[in-house]
């Protein structure tokens, strides 16, 4: 699937192949993400840019959506929101990459920051929530669940892998 979003991108990002009929419309984004309203005319400068497959006036099917500070979404849409498979490119370097559910992070995703942390795990409303693992930039790594962004239950280990403590419901335990 991952592949196949790659592929899609290039496509919907270069390729004169699209049309601009209901499968490669343009779209501008009102208001907050990503509870926008949908019209066909805007300011780049000012709203958010979508282009790609329009069902009902609202982004539907595959697309990608621009917004003014250099932030790029591209994926799968339905009802006006990212729904299912995505990849948002942010314009400091950080990187999502995963399930989406009503426009947020849900299910099984991947978060790059541009320093070299990492988050490889389950995701709730736009949250880290459930199984996941973060590594940070000097290699330590907390594998475990986790509860509305927070450790939650897991085991901290050090670069070298040796045990460096424990989050307990919460709370940090070192060893």
């Known amino acids: ?33 990503p509870d926008h309203v949908w019209k066909e005319f805007g300011d ?20 990608f959506l621009i917004f003014p500070n250099g932030d790029k979404y591209v994926g799968e849409w339905k009802d006006g929101k990212p729904n299912g498979q995505g990849t948002l490119n942010m314009s400091n ?35 880290r929530n459930g199984q996941g693992t973060q590594t940070l930039p000097n290699g330590m790594k907390y594998v475990g669940k986790w509860k509305d962004e927070e450790e939650w239950n897991g085991t901290i280990y050090r670069k070298n892998g040796n045990n460096f403590g424990k989050f307990v419901n919460g709370k940090m335990i070192k060893q």
């Open 44 to 63: 780049k400068e000012t709203q958010k840019v979508y282009k790609g497959e329009v069902e009902n006036g609202v982004p539907n099917g595959l697309g």
């Open 1 to 33: 699937m991952k592949h196949l979003l790659i592929i899609l991108s290039i496509l919907l990002l270069s390729s004169p192949v699209i049309s601009y009929g209901q499968s490669g419309k343009t779209l501008y984004g009102w208001g907050d993400f």
């Open 93 to 127: 370097g950080n990187k999502y990459v995963g399930e989406y559910k009503d426009g947020n992070e849900n299910g099984q995703g991947t978060y790059t920051w541009s320093d070299g942390h990492k988050y490889v795990g389950e995701y709730k409303d736009g949250k």
